[in-house]
Structures are given as C-alpha cells and as structure tokens.
C-alpha cells in the first residue's frame, strides 16, 4: 500500500514562488514525515504543464488507475486546488477515492468527511474556480490590449503550421502553406478523414512543429 503525493502545476504557475513541482512535493514529504509515513511506501505523482481544469491527465490517470487496484492507503496534496480547478471535477474525485476508502490529506487546509467540512470545502472550490475565471478574463484582455497597441500577434514558443514567427509577426512558410493546401484539398474534395490525413504527411515524412527552433 502506497501514500501517494500528488503535485500539479499549469504552465503559467511555474514560475510563481511557492507553487512549483519540487516545492510542492517536499512540502507534501514533510507532512508524510509528520504522519510517520515510511518514505519508500511514498509514490509521487507529478504533473507539469497540466492544466487543472481537466482531470483526463495522465499522473492522475495513473494515480486513479493505482487507487482502483487498492493500492493506495491516502493521497497527500498542498491545496485542493492542486487536485482540481474545477468544482464538479474536484467532488467527482473527492467522492471517488472515498468510495475507494483512500484518505486525502491537504497541506494548507483541513478536509473533514462532515457537512461544516464539506461546506467548508466547496467554498474554497467555488472560490478557486471563480478566481481561474477571473485570471483567463484578465489574460485575455490583456493580450487583446497588447494587441491593439502594438499591432503585433503575441509571443508563442511554435508558430502555426504554415507559418513562422518573425520579429513579432507571423510570415507564411511556403514549404508548409503547400501542405496546408494539400490538406484542405484532401479533406474538402478527397473526403479523407483527419486520421487519414495524418496518416499521409507522416508517410511523405511531414512533421508538426515542436519547438521554435524546429520553424
């Protein structure tokens, strides 16, 4: 039987003190230490780059799948919000590892399996899924903003297929925009479908971008 720790953080929560992966998992091993939790019965289940308001991830995937064999005792987390940004999400999960007599155990708050707990809980989900809201609003207009003022398209580590990122702006990749036209061509006259599509540039050695130095 595992204690899992279970650390998440999106892209935009990298950099910001206090929330990355490293920090969070030594945080979480404190509080195991403090539970007396033997550290090779600790599984750790990192998610970088994750987004937290889809809970289709793979660490929690595999977490969910380890839960499901019964090898998971508790789950240790820092925040609630690390296990789910989104409140329907965060109660399925919460109900599920119940039903599978799994503990969760937050670092920065208590969870109690009582109505004043579970009040208390959906508060801060609801609380927390309101301020992502907030943050994706804010985001947006402020890339609108920075738009309109500098009449450039924003910074992006890959540039669309079919383009590349010059100085700001998006100049079409001639190479690439001719496999654009094949691929509208195929689809809107060949009627192929999108994994035959895929199927045909990975043979004729066409490859999606990944990096920007890949352009």
Not at 125 to 152: M, N
Request: one cysteine or more.
């Amino acid at each position: 039987m595992y204690t899992a720790i279970h650390a998440r953080v999106s892209t935009g929560m990298q950099v910001v003190e206090g929330h990355s992966l490293e920090s969070q998992v030594e945080l979480c091993m404190e509080k195991a230490k403090e539970l007396s939790v033997l550290e090779h019965s600790v599984k750790v289940f990192r998610e970088e780059g994750a987004s937290g308001e889809d809970i289709e991830r793979p660490a929690m995937n595999e977490l969910r799948e380890l839960i499901s064999a019964g090898q998971v005792r508790e789950i240790i987390i820092t925040h609630p919000d690390r296990l789910s940004r989104d409140l329907t999400d965060k109660l399925f999960l919460c109900r599920e590892f119940e039903s599978r007599d799994v503990h969760l155990i937050f670092v920065d708050t208590e969870y109690q399996s009582t109505p004043e707990g579970q009040l208390f809980f959906n508060l801060m989900s609801v609380i927390a899924q309101y301020e992502l809201s907030l943050i994706k609003k804010r985001t947006v207009r402020g890339r609108l903003k920075a738009v309109e003022k500098d009449k450039k398209i924003m910074p992006m580590r890959v540039a669309p297929f079919g383009y590349d990122w010059v100085e700001g702006q998006l100049i079409v990749n001639q190479m690439e925009a001719e496999h654009v036209r094949q691929i509208y061509h195929w689809y809107l006259n060949e009627n192929m479908t999108i994994r035959q599509i895929g199927n045909r540039l990975f043979k004729m050695g066409v490859r999606p971008k990944r990096s920007v130095s890949g352009n």
